[in-house]
């Protein structure tokens, strides 16, 4: 098994859409499938990944017919440090192959090979791989993002912004419903701060459990890694 310099180039698949994602505006990552684009909108939106790196490696082996050939993963994902005062543990950098779940049923043979060999390359290089399909992908976690997205880039009152935040923060965790109770006193205004609470949580000012469906039963509470002097 050799690594090779010699990755493949995004280009049109058909039946499929490729593209670019302007990953945290820092910068723009190929992608070749809405499969692939919806996985970078799950790693952009989680603050434990640090990096991630499209098509990082090609590796050339031999199959089972003798022939030389290569393997690409789609894409290698990187974590943040962890901190050492809460004695968390390194997360090994992932190695990921993104197919639909249809793809595999119908080529398993002609993909087994190539996913040992993923497996064999991260594991001789302190990595884990692993193979995304839908089931891993478009979850609840993602139609949460999408529905944040709507929020995200509407700009609301700085004032009513600082009083959320310091309600929450006096009360460790509140559901959404008690912050719009508690702060606002009319349905229009209730209507416009629900709003400013979900671009909260799409800019990461408050977190909240991604999981199931965000609605004004979820609980809400602050991002201690945000200072309250970078609220804008």
Known sequence: MKISTKNRKIGYTYGS???HFAFRKEKSIAFESTLERDLLTLLEFNDSVSDVVEQPVTIEYTNENGRDVTYTPDFLVFFNEPDADLLRMQRKPLLIEVKPRDRLIKDWKKLKKKFQVGIQYAHANDMIFKVYDESRIRNMYLKNIQFLKRYKRLTYNREDTMNILSLVHSNG?????????HLFATQEQKGIALGQIWNMVAHRQLLC???TALNIKTLVWINEEIEMGEVI
């Open 17 to 19: 859409v490729s593209g």
């Open 173 to 181: 965790s509140l559901s959404v419903e008690h912050v719009l109770e």
């Open 209 to 211: 459990s991604m999981e």
